[in-house]
């Protein structure tokens, strides 16, 4: 997909959905409530890439797409487990893809993977910050 001018979308709402999903679960103290591990807001990010199945037609293959954000969210979380300063890289990658994925045509794989590392990188930070405000 390439756009004739830099899109909004693609870089303010994943990482906007992954700071409130941080937030709402700091808040309504889900994994309390529900029983469930820490992972449950990275539950709750993957599960939020069946959205990209409504996206127009003329955005391509929509499973493609799903398929590099499901990708890219396991990308972000399975090193996280083992370098704990991997969410930097993260955001770093997001950073650098939302300066020039939009001027080139790529596939609709690398836009999932675009929008998933957004979404990761907004949970992080949403993570952080509710880190350091609420504690």
Known sequence: MKWDN???WPVAIPPIGGFLVAVLDAILELPVLLGW????PIVIVASCSVLLLLLPRRYGSRP????GYLFMVAIAVVPQLVFPIWFVIVILFWMSQSLYVWKRNYPNFRLGM??????????YLGSLAVFNLMS
Not at 37 to 40: A, K, N
Not at 64 to 67: A, N, R, T, V, W
Not at 114 to 123: C, Y
């Open 114 to 123: 675009w929008l998933g590392a957004g979404s990761m990188s907004g949970l």
């Open 37 to 40: 591990t820490l992972l449950m």
């Open 64 to 67: 493609e797409c799903l398929i």
């Open 6 to 8: 830099p899109p909004l």
